[in-house]
């Protein structure tokens, strides 16, 4: 049983370009979540996903941006590359029935120079 | 808004000690979640405890077990018989039950411990 598998695994972008980040969900879960864990810090929210459809979005300039597909797998786009936006992107799946049973993937590392 | 804290940037515990990290939060909120997770260098969030705050009785997993004061919005977590595999960042995150898995995550800044042989 797989879980969430998120790619790339590193990414390196330059300030101002766009970069798309995915996520499959564990085997039997239909909710998608995005965090952004800066260095150093706590993973903070982006916005979660459940039948394609934004459900909750945290405090992120619409730069970030998000698509859920009908086999439940996401994407997280960023717009106009900050340095800032360097940091670690995790996803994390969840069956929207149940109130708990988060499984989070590995994330992608990504880099902004 | 609610928020978390950890107070404790790193720790240290000799291999097969216990060792306590605290944790500290503010809702207003009466129904929640809490939850601490490991994150190895593999990057990856593992669930260690959860607790749900109508249940007086705290939570245990092996050699995991929290200490969940509800009135003074406190959630320590205590790790018996210290292992060299426990070394790793743990977060404290809690979240308000809307009922399934509607809500986000709130982490706290992260303890790392660290396990000497």
């Known amino acids: 049983d797989a879980g969430v598998t998120q790619s790339p695994t590193h990414l390196i972008k330059t300030r101002g370009q766009q970069v798309t980040l995915r996520c499959s969900p564990k085997s039997g879960h239909d909710t998608v979540s995005w965090y952004q864990q800066a260095l150093g810090q706590g993973p903070q929210f982006i916005f979660q996903?459940?039948?394609?459809?934004?459900?909750q979005r945290g405090n992120f300039p619409d730069r970030f941006s998000g698509h859920q597909f009908p086999n439940y797998s996401s994407e997280l786009n960023v717009n106009a590359l900050l340095l800032g936006d360097s940091a670690l992107y995790l996803c994390?799946?969840?069956?929207?029935?149940?109130?708990?049973?988060?499984?989070f993937g590995s994330g992608t590392r990504l880099t902004v120079v | 808004a609610q928020t978390v804290t950890q107070s404790q940037p790193e720790m240290s515990v000799q291999e097969a000690e216990t060792v306590t990290l605290s944790c500290t939060y503010d809702?207003?909120?009466?129904?929640?979640?809490l939850f601490w997770y490991k994150q190895p260098p593999s990057r990856q969030m593992i669930l260690v405890i959860r607790?749900?705050?109508?249940?007086?009785q705290n939570a245990t997993e092996n050699r995991f077990s929290v200490n969940f004061q509800k009135a003074a919005k406190s959630f320590s977590l205590k790790i018996s018989d210290s292992q060299l595999g426990d070394a790793a960042m743990y977060f404290c995150?809690?979240?308000?039950?809307?009922?399934?898995?509607?809500?986000?995550?709130?982490f706290g800044k992260g303890t790392k411990l660290s396990v000497k042989p």
């Open positions: 996903y459940y039948e394609e459809e934004e459900r």
């Open positions: 994390a799946s969840s069956r929207q029935a149940r109130s708990y049973g988060y499984t």
């Open positions: 995150a809690y979240r308000k039950n809307y009922g399934g898995s509607q809500g986000n995550l709130i």
């Open positions: 607790q749900e705050a109508y249940k007086q």
């Open positions: 809702t207003s909120e009466s129904d929640y979640y």
